[in-house]
């Protein structure tokens, strides 16, 4: 099975609310990273934590990790309509390096 | 610059036939990764390749699928006698080792690829 899996499989809500996913992965790593795809095309970097932090910003962006439960969280704040997309957390397990485990993804929609 | 391409961007075949996906990274990027996304579904990590080194072929499916890359530029992923199974879209990425030995990987837009 995949090493990240994502939580919830979609969601959808108004523009304006918060939208929260979660990432959580089986074995000890050395980083998370979240991925943004839109129309099953390319994924695009948001932001990568590492093992030694618990949260990191950017923008409208919160990433928060809990090495003890294995776990990781992205929230986008204010939503927009154009953060439709599916959401994808990607795991580093340091014993295969360069090599990603992505999870099957959070299919967001924000309603205008 | 120019980030990672992929051609062709559709592909469509017949049941049998061999197809070749193509991937430029971007270059000086050492690192280089192959993914299947079947519909509405995750990246199936295929193979990566890093400088020199042997590839890690670990998540190639079966014997029909094989993937080159000349030096540290072009890859080339092939799929012999393609079934309908093979129907995703195949995303390439590259990505600059650092300090660490995964970075953030910059990924192409992907070949649909269509077995009829």
């Known amino acids: 099975s995949q090493q990240g899996e994502e939580d919830p499989q979609a969601l959808s809500i108004q523009e304006g609310e918060n939208a929260t996913m979660n990432c959580s992965y089986k074995?000890?790593?050395?980083?998370l990273q979240w991925y943004r795809q839109n129309s099953g095309r390319g994924l695009v970097h948001l932001i990568l934590?590492?093992?030694?932090?618990r949260e990191k910003h950017s923008g409208r962006l919160r990433v928060t990790l809990d090495t003890s439960k294995k776990s990781s969280s992205l929230l986008i704040t204010a939503s927009r309509a154009a953060d439709t997309a599916s959401y994808f957390c990607?795991?580093?397990?340091?014993?295969?390096?360069?090599?990603?485990?992505f999870g099957d993804g959070t299919t967001l929609t924000v309603k205008p | 610059g120019a980030g990672v391409s992929q051609s062709p961007s559709n592909k469509v075949t017949e049941k049998g036939k061999d197809v070749e996906l193509r991937c430029d990274p971007i270059?000086?990027?050492?690192?280089l990764y192959w993914y299947r996304q079947r519909l509405g579904q995750g990246l199936e990590f295929l193979i990566y390749?890093?400088?020199?080194?042997?590839?890690?072929k670990s998540g190639l499916p079966s014997d029909r699928f094989s993937a080159e890359r000349t030096g540290e530029s072009v890859s080339t992923l092939t799929i012999q006698r393609t079934q309908q199974e093979d129907s995703a879209v195949y995303l390439c990425?590259?990505?600059?080792?650092?300090?660490?030995?995964?970075?953030?990987?910059?990924f192409g837009p992907g070949t649909r690829l269509t077995v009829l």
């Open positions: 990425a590259s990505s600059s080792p650092g300090e660490r030995p995964t970075d953030t990987q910059y």
């Open positions: 074995t000890s790593i050395n980083n």
């Open positions: 934590i590492r093992s030694n932090e």
């Open positions: 990607a795991t580093d397990a340091g014993t295969n390096a360069g090599k990603s485990t």
């Open positions: 270059s000086g990027h050492t690192a």
């Open positions: 390749f890093q400088g020199n080194s042997a590839p890690d």
